[in-house]
């Protein structure tokens, strides 16, 4: 007969738990009249109708996540990396989750959500976008050509035999070449006051990746601007989700009054189970 | 400028070959070479289905029954746990079930608690076997992890918020018992470590460290365990949402605005107001 194993009796261990959630971000000063409605909201110490008065949603979009308004370099970097980034287009997979989940008649109100957790992924998506701020923040010093060299002769191994090979989080092939795009993005960005010097050193890497082929990614492009404007590497995957969700929904609201007939459903011909 | 190798994504253009299976209409649908209707439909639990389609494999049935009583044990109905709190802020706010429920599925992929250390406890445990069967003591093993933490007793699957001691492990161990399972050589370690944890650091095994051993004596790997469990925790947030649905809208944990800590910069005025302000 088996031994029986002893277990710990269940008690509470009573952590200390906050009384209160806290916040640096936002405050509420209640009506005398009823303390759960709110009179003025605060962000950062600015009043919300002040700001309504008086700032952009650049500006308060920065001040937000930074605590302090953006410099006027500031603010024109990120409005243009906004716009460059408003939307991943109809063939990006997040996208293709919002078009299909409104061709399929899915609520409105999921749409986003559906695409956003899409956009998550680790391959042209948000999980890219930490690691790539994160690479380029500790590598930032050291010469990128020979950086690239050492890369190469370390991780030829890690290449995937087909498909796409992202050498680092941000850089690599794009369907087998270059990303155009978001070099184009990236040549506009080195153009602005603002630009700083992570995108810069980005610029230097991806220039010695295309012999080999690879080059910028737009979420390394994404990364390089957060990190040069002072955002945390954590912050990375959640603004890359919110600055391609306008397009994301677009698409998908675009959809969702079309019949189910409006896109593709692949024929029976053209489906095929061959398993291993 | 040189054309470019797309032959890869060419191939693929407007075609789908599964290796999992598919509905082929008029002639049956097919699952891992399984004639789902007429081999699986009411031949099979759902459970063994899951396992099926996230592995390939078609586990036995008490198998199966053992992954389905895992999922009870992370399936409480309290709106306290963190996924759970999800699914009740839905039915307060009066979001529909399914962005509930899948809202608090999703926030499952942690660090800190649900599928994610799960996968980091088949992780441990089967490493920790190759580092036994290689001839390094059980208190070497625990000495060896709890130095990644700073010599304290994080071990995955061991120790856990809120409590000390985990009632599900006694449960599952009562389930695995009862539909004839013995125990293998990781639950064994499992338990060996257990003790020294105990002994160390008055420290015992939680339902992750069961399971992570029993899943790795079955043969299961940490991805495979990942899959599997994708939505471990969706009926407790189901719960949980359906008893905040049923009350007047906003009634969970209403907040007032002082009951939220401010800890930030005091009033200020717009750069242009100041200069306003000083004329």
Same mark, same amino acid.
């Given at each position: ?276 | ?96 079930? %399914? /962005? @509930?429920? +899948? ?14 250390? &799960? ?113 471990? %925790? /969706? @009926?407790? +947030? ?14 969970? &944990? ?26």
């Amino acid at each position: 007969m088996e031994k029986q194993q002893r277990h710990q009796k269940v008690t509470a261990r009573t952590e200390p738990f906050a009384d209160k959630a806290s916040t640096r971000i936002w405050e509420e000063l209640a009506s005398s009249d009823n303390p759960y409605i709110a009179d003025s909201s605060r962000c950062h110490g600015y009043d919300l109708i002040d700001l309504m008065r008086g700032a952009s949603y650049i500006d308060t979009f920065y001040l937000l996540f930074r605590g302090d308004m953006p410099s006027t370099d500031e603010r024109q970097l990120l409005e243009k990396l906004m716009i460059g980034l408003i939307n991943p287009g109809p063939r990006h997979p997040a996208t293709r989750a919002a078009m299909n989940a409104g061709i399929g008649k899915t609520d409105p109100q999921h749409i986003l959500p559906i695409s956003l957790a899409i956009m998550g992924g680790e391959h042209l998506g948000a999980g890219e976008v930490e690691g790539a701020m994160r690479f380029m923040r500790r590598h930032r010093r050291e010469d990128p050509v020979r950086l690239v060299e050492q890369l190469l002769k370390a991780q030829g191994e890690g290449q995937p035999e087909e498909g796409d090979w992202h050498i680092v989080p941000g850089f690599g092939s794009c369907f087998g070449g270059v990303d155009l795009m978001s070099s184009k993005l990236v040549t506009l960005l080195l153009e602005l006051p603002g630009c700083g010097d992570i995108m810069k050193w980005g610029a230097q890497f991806s220039s010695a990746l295309e012999k080999h082929n690879m080059g910028w990614l737009n979420v390394g492009v994404a990364a390089a601007v957060f990190a040069d404007l002072g955002f945390h590497p954590r912050s990375g995957a959640g603004l890359f989700q919110l600055l391609s969700a306008p397009g994301l929904l677009a698409h998908g609201m675009e959809q969702a009054n079309k019949p189910i007939t409006a896109m593709p459903f692949i024929s029976d011909k053209a489906y095929t189970i061959d398993y291993d | 400028m040189t054309k470019q190798d797309t032959t890869l994504w060419d191939r693929q253009r407007n075609k789908i070959i599964s290796k999992k299976g598919g509905w082929l209409i008029g002639d049956g649908v097919y699952c891992h070479g399984y004639e789902m209707m007429d081999e699986l439909v009411g031949k099979v639990t759902y459970m063994q289905v899951v396992v099926l389609n996230a592995t390939g494999r078609l586990p036995e049935r008490r198998l199966a029954e053992c992954i389905e009583a895992a999922h009870i044990c992370l399936s409480w109905p309290d709106s306290r746990i963190w996924c759970n709190h999800i699914g009740a802020l839905g039915g307060t706010m009066r979001a529909s079930s %399914v /962005a @509930s429920t +899948v809202a608090g599925v999703l926030a499952t992929d942690s660090r800190s608690y649900g599928i994610k250390p &799960l996968k980091a406890g088949l992780s441990f445990i089967q490493a920790a076997m190759l580092a036994f069967n290689n001839g390094v003591s059980v208190t070497d093993i625990v000495t060896n992890e709890c130095a990644k933490h700073g010599g304290k007793p994080f071990i995955m699957g061991y120790g856990r918020p809120i409590a000390k001691g985990d009632e599900r492990v006694p449960a599952m161990e009562r389930v695995a018992k009862n539909l004839g399972f013995q125990v293998g050589a990781h639950l064994k370690l499992a338990y060996e470590i257990e003790s020294v944890l105990d002994e160390r650091f008055n420290e015992g095994m939680n339902i992750n460290g069961y399971m992570s051993a029993f899943l790795s004596d079955q043969g299961f790997s940490p991805d495979e365990v990942y899959l599997i469990c994708s939505t471990l %925790v /969706a @009926s407790g +947030v189901t719960a949980c949402y359906v008893d905040m649905r049923n009350r007047p809208a906003g009634t969970f &944990l209403p907040l007032r605005c002082d009951d939220v800590l401010y800890q930030g910069k005091p009033h200020r005025l717009l750069p242009e107001q100041e200069d306003e302000v000083r004329g």
